[in-house]
């Protein structure tokens, strides 16, 4: 058997060791201070904001008719009650005033009735993001499949209402949300980007927006594809300027593509295919391919049977 006073004493000693650590070199919660919002609580805050903007498509029950304002009455209440207390957080962390209040409830409070008054808004655009998936995806069997399989919807129904959030100047809370999202569809849409309607991203895996990104109507979007800043050895000094491109309406961009820099525009109509690197802006109804590209044709288990130079 082990002996319990040497694994205490190792207990302690690991402890001395962590807490050492803390003071060394800090990273913790507001220590004594104020408290950060919960990356815990604000999942579950976002997940029951999902499932006020899609009835029945997070909930293991079936929604009847009859119940479902009395569902959504109860639902409501308990994310305003919960979604204020972590805006007080975000508040008292990073005052939105100056200068800065002393009691932030009244304000959180207002801010949270503000943002719910929202969802309907919200859900009239997300409903023209499931219809763009739709008619743009062959394999969708139905608007319900969009809804309840996609990963897209999901991460854009969060990035939409950390939008809003992120508008009213609310630190943290929209990122968190954003990164819960992010965490687990792998798309990451940074809640400062402005996104406009029938937005579709196919498959997404990968699929990075920047925070000053602006995307325009009608834009669809494949799996890995970055709207990046061109560099950010500025660190801080570039913060709140334009990083990351603006895309037109009815633009399509192909998987893996990148396009970088605030100045860049691609024009509306436009197509940017796969794998395109690209720094600088193109006019309206471009097509924007990769050049030089060698095919070579070759058999398992034999020698090169032939190779083909081209342009795609």
Known sequence: MRNTASVQITVTQLTDQLVASYARVGGINHLDGKNLPSKRSTGLITLDLLRL??????????????????????????????????????????????????????????????FLGQLPRIRDLLQTDTEAAFNGDPAALSREEIIVAYPFIET???????????????????RIMTEWAHGRTGIDLHPGAVIGSHFFIDHGTGTVVGETATIGNHVKMYQGVGLVARSLSGGQSLAGQ??????????????????????????AGS??????????????????????????????????????????
Do not use: C
Not at 69 to 95: F, G, H, I, Q, W
Not at 158 to 164: D, I, S
Not at 286 to 307: A, C, F
């Open 53 to 114: 903007l899609f009835p029945g498509f997070f909930d293991d029950h079936l929604v009847h008719s009859s119940e479902i304002k009395l569902e959504t009455a109860v639902l409501m209440d308990s994310v305003l009650e919960s979604l204020e207390n972590e805006l007080y957080k975000s508040l008292e962390y990073r005052p939105t005033e100056s200068p800065p209040k002393r009691d932030w409830r009244p304000l959180a409070h207002e801010l949270t009735l503000e």
């Open 156 to 174: 854009i129904a969060v990035q939409r209402m950390a939008h809003e959030l992120y508008k009213r100047k609310v630190a943290l809370l929209p």
């Open 271 to 312: 197509t940017i295919g796969a794998n395109v690197f690209l720094l600088k802006s193109v006019p309206p109804n471009s097509l924007v391919l990769q050049d030089d590209v060698k095919v070579k044709v070759i058999k398992k288990g034999e020698r090169e049977l032939e190779s083909i130079d081209f342009q795609i």
């Open 242 to 267: 334009k990083r990351h491109p603006t895309i037109e309406d009815h633009v399509t961009i192909y998987a893996n593509a990148t396009i970088v820099g605030g100045e860049t525009v691609i024009g």
